[in-house]
């Protein structure tokens, strides 16, 4: 279990902050959210701002002391900044290198010679799903979204039509398959077998994100037919160029990162022994921070470099690729600030305990509760944990086979319909460029769909094997 997940679960089953009844805290969420719709497409007001209001209002509908309610939200906001916001810097860093160097420029062009008209956005799908196998979904995001930006601009793709099959690519491996935090405290919760889960879980995945990504984005085009933002998207700076880093060195540049943490999943899964040299020379090389700060290094050797870029004008790549996320940053830690208000107001634990008497089948159970607490949270890794330790003592009797498809039932209903209190649904629309509302008809969309599709999946291998 990563850091992350650990102090999530520590979040979730910490002593509320308040006496409140299931009737009131249902109502406190309920007005908390209203408020950050209100706000924001109301009144206009920055995300930023509208979260920060929304969490107080949920406390103070909750009937919580407001100065733990404020200890609650700046938690939220300062671990989700730790969690990602380094992450989210260090690969404005890196995309900023690979586009100003030409290399960005280089894969677009590469990519849309072999994979142009109809293949694209399948192209995309399956980019996504290789390169968000062994990564926070946070992180495929930051990595991946740039280049989805620029293939549309170039090739003059609908936005939706080539950012929703990358974003299902993403989601579904962060739900459904190890090595991700999520199934892997699940599979530990339910004592689950890791390799038929695996299995099972690529499966389950395929036609998932099929289904999620290339055929739905063909509607998400029509309902949300926006272009890619400026803003997000460097001028093609190749032209100005004499040569540029070869497609080799970039894309090698890229994957680094995902290398490395695919190589540390896989070490402590083969060696399983934290006290191991090896698994602990892993540990270091393949967490996040040090693979996306090897990338940024060997990018200035393997993209700034080739480019011809001198000393002062890599450190002004640095600045200029730190410019424009400090909007991203505030919003998706306000995000998390949010989340943790709700967990720590105990409406996590509310929902498990109204879930208690529910007598249905346990895979659709496992799915519900998790939708629930996804619902309620925003987290789909509390949601993973919280839903995994409720159904735990449901998988004693179960087959292997079964024990493997509750693991995917839980992960599925984490998954279920972003909205306004998951950091997730923030960071897409800021790097997106859309409304609150268009956002919602795409990426809450897609999210929804995953999760009822994989969902039914797994019921119906339930009833196969």
């Known amino acids: 279990m990563t850091r992350l997940s650990v102090e999530m679960l520590a979040a979730d089953t910490a002593e509320p902050i308040t006496s409140a009844g299931h009737a009131q805290l249902g109502l406190a969420v309920l007005a908390g959210i209203a408020v950050i719709v209100l706000l924001i497409t109301r009144f206009r007001l920055h995300p930023f701002l509208a979260l920060t209001i929304g969490s107080l209002a949920l406390g103070v509908f909750a009937g919580a002391p407001l100065d733990k309610v404020i200890t609650s939200f700046t938690t939220g906001l300062g671990a989700t900044v730790a969690s990602v916001g380094v992450l989210i810097a260090l690969g404005a860093i890196l995309g900023r290198m690979l586009a100003d160097s030409g290399g960005a420029d280089q894969i677009v062009d590469t990519i849309l010679a072999k994979a142009g008209g109809r293949s694209m956005p399948w192209a995309m ?20 979204i740039p280049v989805v930006l620029m293939v549309a601009k170039r090739g003059n793709y609908s936005l939706m039509r080539i950012g929703i099959p990358a974003l299902a690519g993403l989601s579904v491996m962060h739900g459904l398959v190890p090595p991700h935090p999520g199934p892997l405290v699940a599979i530990d919760a339910v004592d689950a077998n890791l390799g038929v889960t695996l299995a099972l879980g690529v499966l389950v995945a395929i036609p998932t994100v099929v289904i999620a990504g290339p055929v739905f984005s063909r509607f998400a085009a029509r309902w949300v037919d926006v272009p890619a933002p400026e803003r997000m ?10 040569r540029r880093p070869g497609f080799g060195a970039t894309l090698a540049t890229i994957l680094l990162p995902v290398v490395l943490m695919l190589s540390k999943a896989l070490v402590d899964i083969v060696v399983d022994d934290p006290t191991h040299t090896v698994q602990r020379v892993f540990d270091v090389v393949g ?21 011809g870029f001198a000393k002062d004008r890599i450190s002004g790549l640095v600045e200029k690729g730190l410019a ?12 998390g600030g ?29 799915w519900l509760i998790a939708v629930a607490i996804r619902l309620a949270t925003g987290s789909a890794t509390v949601a993973t944990v919280s839903a995994a330790g409720l159904v735990a003592p449901l998988a004693a009797d179960m087959s292997t086979t079964h024990t493997a498809l509750l693991v995917l039932a839980i992960g599925a209903g984490s998954l279920f319909f972003s909205h306004v209190n998951d950091a997730g649904f923030w960071l897409v629309k800021e790097y997106f460029g859309v409304s609150v509302g268009q956002n919602l008809k795409t990426w809450s969309v897609m999210e929804t769909l995953i999760s009822v ?3 039914g999946l797994v019921l119906l291998l339930s009833l196969i094997l």
Request: aromatic fraction near 6%.
């Open 453 to 455: 599709v994989a969902g």
């Open 338 to 366: 949010f989340k943790q208000t709700l967990i720590d107001c105990g409406v996590g634990q509310m929902v498990l305990e109204i879930s208690e008497d529910w007598s249905i089948p346990a895979l659709l159970l496992a």
């Open 324 to 335: 424009p996320i400090a909007g991203i940053l505030l919003i998706v830690g306000a995000g």
């Open 287 to 307: 967490s996040p921070l040090i693979a996306m700060l090897s990338a940024v290094l060997v990018g200035i050797f393997t993209l700034a470099r080739p480019a």
């Open 233 to 242: 998207i460097p001028q093609r700076p190749s032209e100005e160029l004499e």
């Open 125 to 144: 799908v399956l980019i996504a799903s290789v390169i968000g196998l062994p990564l926070f979904f946070e992180v495929g995001v930051v990595l991946l």
